[in-house]
């Protein structure tokens, strides 16, 4: 997979394909990456877009890991 990264606002973002496979909790989804699970928190504008997706679906994400939290945070969802 291709991986693209920009730095905004002093974080790395992350754009990149994606595997949908789905709701975590009401605040996060899980993804697979390059065959890797990855959780990433989300918003509850976000959830309302992505409780339209379905399990296995490809998706491009953008996320960045903020270190103060030690979470992966979507910022944008394909």
């Known amino acids: ?4 990264w920009y730095v ?10 994606a595997q949908y496979i789905g709701l975590i ?3 996060s989804i ?8 990855l959780a990433i928190q989300i918003t509850e504008a ?3 877009k992505i409780e339209s997706f379905t ?3 490809q998706i491009t ?3 960045y890991y903020n270190e103060l939290t ?5 910022v944008s969802i394909q």
């Open 1 to 4: 997979m291709t991986h693209s």
């Open 8 to 17: 905004d606002d002093d974080e790395s973002l992350i754009k990149t394909k």
């Open 25 to 27: 909790d009401s605040h």
């Open 30 to 37: 899980e993804v697979f990456i390059d065959s890797k699970p």
């Open 46 to 48: 976000q959830r309302e």
């Open 55 to 57: 399990p296995n679906q």
């Open 61 to 63: 994400i953008s996320y």
């Open 70 to 74: 030690t979470q992966y945070i979507l």
